[in-house]
């Protein structure tokens, strides 16, 4: 019942933040999946045309840049994933700038690095243009800046990204679209690993979870992580299946959909 009931709130959003993954995006190939780019827009479209802003932090720029140009590809050493980087993002927000206008909604580019949040007049300044952009009716739509952020590409992640745009604009809701239903208690292909749609804590066996790899169904440790600092904030998280029809208006709806992490501050 307490998992129905925390669902059901999330109807009340009214500030949403949505990260989406580099394989929602694109095809096996690496090349930008147009459909799939197409779904997420729609989606997006419809909840702000339902009065529900939305901030999108977007993956995809390296894989598409890779997939663009491999045959000129030497090695993967740090400037050719920056140079990559570079390539993609030009792809991945041209792709995203033509789908929303034939949608009438306006997006706008927003690249940070973990320095925009440490430096309290720089975060103050993204704050305050994410919040014009809102006013603007306009979707920001977020990545990190690769090109120039070496730690980044080594060792961040979007998932942290996006829990911590979530955090400092207060948030309704964080959703982290991927290509798992959510957080499983073993191999998503085995019938025996049950599929954990509540989570209050993150506890030790939460975290053990997490730490199990399975390639191809993302990195959960990093979303764990991201969980960690928006339920703290009070926030709750959403981690389901990009793939689902209609995931995000279906979550919204209160639909038992992936899993869901609940912030600390009850009902």
């Not at 997420?40 to 890779?66: F, M, P, T, W």
């Not at 140009?69 to 050719?80: C, D, E, G, L």
């Not at 959960?220 to 959403?238: L, Y």
Request: net charge positive; proline share 2%; glycine share 6%.
């Amino acid at each position: 019942m307490i998992e129905e009931e925390y669902r059901k709130e999330l109807s009340k959003s009214k500030l949403i933040v949505v990260k989406v993954g580099s394989t929602s995006l694109s095809d096996k190939e690496g090349f930008l999946d147009l459909k799939k780019i197409e779904k997420l827009c729609d989606e997006i479209a419809n909840l702000k045309n339902k009065g529900i802003d939305v901030i999108l932090v977007s993956s995809g720029a390296i894989r598409a840049g890779r997939a663009l140009i491999k045959n000129k590809i030497k090695s993967s050493n740090m400037p050719s994933l920056q140079a990559l980087a570079a390539i993609g993002q030009v792809l991945l927000m041209e792709a995203y700038r033509k789908i929303m206008e034939q949608r009438r909604h306006i997006v706008a580019q927003i690249l940070l690095t973990w320095d925009d949040f440490k430096n309290k007049r720089r975060l103050r300044n993204l704050l305050n243009t994410l919040n014009t952009l809102l006013s603007f009716g306009a979707i920001p739509i977020i990545n990190e800046n690769d090109t120039v952020a070496v730690d980044e590409i080594k060792f961040g992640d979007n998932d942290t990204l996006s829990a911590l745009v979530a955090k400092y604009m207060q948030a309704d809701l964080l959703v982290i679209l991927s290509d798992v239903d959510g957080l499983y208690s073993g191999d998503p292909n085995d019938k025996n690993s049950k599929l954990i749609t509540f989570v209050s804590e993150i506890t030790p066996e939460i975290e053990k979870y997490a730490q199990n790899k399975y390639e191809g169904f993302g990195g959960m440790i990093t979303k764990i992580k991201a969980a960690k600092i928006v339920m703290e904030a009070g926030i709750p998280m959403v981690i389901a299946n990009s793939s689902i029809d209609n995931v995000l208006e279906r979550i919204i709806s209160g639909e038992k959909i992936g899993t869901i992490f609940i912030p600390k501050v009850g009902i």
